[in-house]
């Protein structure tokens, strides 16, 4: 088998959005791909309701932690294939520069993190945020990579973000 494919997700905070990403990729993605996700100006910890969500959805959860995009950017980071914009404050952003000149897309979405409300609301607004979120990422995991020329791909990959 070839060497699965690298993505990183990113986020403002990596707190919730892209989090819940790499957790979803590194599940659906099988040996196929390889998820991870950072943040610009991480938190420093994952959302706790994030982590109760996913828990309760049967994944492990000890291996992730809020981290920033740097670690991705030094000579020492795995070459990435893809790197997925999950929030709108990193989309706007100056990124880094890539090894690996990988497929750049911008998947925005709500934050889940900022609503407020009761426990319910706020469960609601993180479920809703993993079913776009598995949605997209299923659709990304099925994508027919080979023989795809760069810009086919790209187009592919941003056309996805734009699925409800």
């Given amino acids: 088998m070839a060497d699965p494919y690298n993505v990183l997700f990113l986020c403002t905070g990596n707190s919730a959005r892209s989090i819940i990403a790499e957790a979803i990729l590194n599940k659906v993605g099988g040996p196929c791909f390889r998820a991870f996700s950072a943040g610009s100006h991480p938190r420093g910890e994952v959302n706790p309701h994030a982590l109760d969500m996913l828990k309760r959805l049967g994944f492990e959860v000890s291996q992730f932690r809020?981290?920033?995009?740097?670690?991705?950017?030094?000579?020492?980071?795995?070459?990435?294939?893809?790197?997925?914009?999950?929030?709108?404050?990193?989309?706007?952003?100056?990124?880094?520069?890539?090894?690996?000149?990988?497929?750049?897309?911008?998947?925005?979405?709500?934050d889940p993190a900022a609503v407020e409300g009761t426990p319910s609301e706020i469960a609601l607004a993180f479920a809703d945020t993993y079913r776009m979120l598995n949605n997209r990422i299923s659709a990304f995991a099925n994508l027919k990579l080979s023989g795809l020329d760069r810009l086919s791909l790209q187009n592919k990959v941003s056309d996805i973000g734009k699925q409800p």
């Fill in 66 to 110: 809020s981290k920033p995009w740097d670690e991705f950017a030094g000579a020492a980071a795995p070459p990435l294939d893809f790197v997925i914009t999950v929030c709108d404050s990193a989309a706007g952003e100056v990124c880094p520069v890539w090894p690996g000149q990988p497929v750049t897309a911008h998947w925005g979405m709500p």
